[in-house]
């Protein structure tokens, strides 16, 4: 099993600054990631795939980055609505999906 | 615009078998690199991938290995249904129960270069596993 790790586990930012998000894959990946949002009681939604690629409709302050085992998505300049937990998920593997455990961006 | 709808029954007694249903709607659900994924999430945990099925062709499945004795995906193109089951249920499998529609789009052919990702959710379903 491929293990997804984020760090941090929480993360304070203030709206208007800019948010690193990391991942990091137990073994290489390639590009193989996928970043989602997830807001409490909604479904979570696509950001990012093949490690950098928006998704359709998602934000340019939204990036992302890396390959093999290190990976990051950034949020350039926050706002109310960005704050949320974000999962980076893996698919290296096809035969078995596995997710990060989650940063949580919080509000400073 | 695709949607997914998940229903099923908020409470299954321990040793049961769970079943949900994913329901479609808005495009077909038999395109090629298409597929539905279940996943889960329990109270303070992350996402948790329990497995695949292919929506067209073969309707191959895969499974996480720590559920794979349990569970079962299949599908029903005619009602544009996916379901999941997952058998002798306990607490742990208590979660809000997502299934997803999953594109698997090619870059390069040759050399088993694509993306793969999840781009539609349903709203989720609470399953409590209790007596």
């Known amino acids: 099993e491929i293990v997804m790790t984020q760090s941090p586990a929480t993360l304070s930012v203030s709206p208007g600054e800019r948010a690193t998000l990391s991942c990091r894959a137990s073994?290489?990946?390639?590009?193989?990631v996928a970043w989602y949002q997830h807001k409490f009681g909604q479904a979570p939604r696509l950001l990012i795939y093949?490690?950098?690629t928006r998704a359709t409709g998602i934000a340019a302050r939204f990036s992302a980055g890396g390959s093999g085992t290190e990976f990051t998505l950034t949020i350039s300049s926050l706002q109310s609505e960005d704050f949320a937990v974000y999962y980076c998920?893996?698919?290296?593997?096809?035969?078995?999906?596995?997710f990060g455990q989650g940063t949580r961006l919080e509000m400073k | 615009q695709v949607q997914l709808q998940e229903s099923g029954p908020g409470l299954v007694k321990p040793s049961q078998t769970l079943s949900l249903t994913c329901t479609v709607s808005?495009?077909?659900?038999?395109?090629?690199?298409?597929?539905c994924s279940w996943i889960r999430q329990s109270a303070g945990k992350g996402l948790e991938w329990i497995g695949r099925?292919?929506?067209?062709?073969?309707?191959?499945?895969n499974y996480n290995p720590s559920l794979q004795d349990r569970v079962t995906m299949s599908v029903d193109t005619s009602r544009k249904q996916f379901t999941l089951t997952l058998s002798s249920v306990t607490a742990a499998d208590t979660a809000v129960y997502y299934c997803?529609?999953?594109?698997?789009?090619?870059?390069?052919?040759?050399?088993?270069?694509?993306?793969?990702?999840?781009?539609?959710w349903g709203k989720g379903t609470t399953v409590t596993v209790s007596s």
């Open positions: 997803t529609r999953d594109l698997r789009v090619w870059v390069d052919w040759g050399r088993n270069l694509y993306y793969y990702y999840m781009d539609v």
């Open positions: 808005g495009d077909s659900i038999s395109k090629r690199d298409s597929y």
């Open positions: 099925i292919e929506t067209a062709g073969s309707s191959s499945t």
């Open positions: 073994e290489t990946i390639g590009t193989n």
């Open positions: 093949g490690a950098s």
């Open positions: 998920q893996q698919h290296d593997d096809w035969s078995q999906v596995t």
